[in-house]
């Protein structure tokens, strides 16, 4: 099968999911509309009769949509069922009229092209690599770059950088996601939530957490889906186009992120307009392995990296340990930022901790003793490398990141 055909079944997968999820919540709009209410005001005979027009009056609509949603997902289904069929390849897969086989299908089709990345960087019309300007992120940029120069299509990579709020991150990370960018030469674009981290815990009154991450939805994911829009209106072109989103996210992060996929139909942000397609280039590497390309490539990545905190994210980030953010908190200090004070007072003004097990005003108390037991934390350039991949490691890496500045 070529691939316009297997792009071809991606969208049909897409409409059928999405004219499935729709009938699901006409069906339910359905069951929600007054009827019930409107046959006991019959029973009761306590309601004018104007009032009993009115409200069949919404019973109808609800029942005309369900039902024209219905038929919408069945002409879906049978279009991607005959489509599917005629493919040699997944005639095994049978028609796809229950979810699970247009689930099945799905995988299939998705799994075949994450294993030519080339061939799906030549298809899409753009490329957006989304970058904390963290370690994850400095090699998914760098392999994206490097496939997409490879097939001439360097033009199409963007790079897009969510700020959110320079009192939440650590200095310097807007300014490194932009330099990664500009070193290879492509378009780079940040994209700012009206109000950042800190606003939007003060207005809530609430921490967000790994259940509720309002942090990441709002502040970076449906910035994001600005920029689809901007790249689209931007083609201009007559057909569907197709985004391939790439993001820097590893499997053996987190049970939650090993349950994704390497490539995936984004099915809140297509439209009729755009097929976007979430891809994850580093899925499957190792911490360790990520640390070898950053050295192996001599990618410069953030100092934040060689005090040993993990990850480049908020400066305390609501899924980090304890451990860690003790750490962040000394590291403040060494830096002189206000930030551990910015959120210990936010915490005691919103009357909520920022996790269920410990509240920052403790991190603050235990980083306080370890000063005071061992002074400031320090470090040295390379220290993440020498950390990972050991001392040869990190002094080839200095040598060749000198070089190449
Ligand atoms: S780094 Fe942590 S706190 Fe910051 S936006 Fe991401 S999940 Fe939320």
Redesign the pocket.
Known sequence: MDLPARLGLLELIRLSASAESNCRRLRLALRAAPSSRVEEAVRELARAEAEYTSRAAQVTPATVRWRRAFTATERADTTLGTALARTRQLAGSGQPRTKGARRAAETALLAELSAMPKTLIRAAHALLVQSSGGKDSIVTVDRVVRWADSVGCLDKVVVVHAD?GQD?EWPGVLDLARQQAERYGVRFIVVKAPVG?LGMVEKRGLW?DAQN?L??ST??RDEAAKVFTQIVDELGLDEQALLVNCLGIRASESFSRRQKHELAIDHRASSSRRLVLTWHPVFHLSETAIWKEIADNALDYHPVYDTLIPRL??IF???ASFDVLVRAVRLCWVLGLPTPKTYVDLEGRIGHRFKNQFSLAQVVEEAARLEAAEGPITWRRGDAIRHHLGDDAATDYLRRLALAA
């Open positions: 959110i939440a981290f967000p991450r942090c990441t502040l970076k994210s908020c980030c609501i899924l």
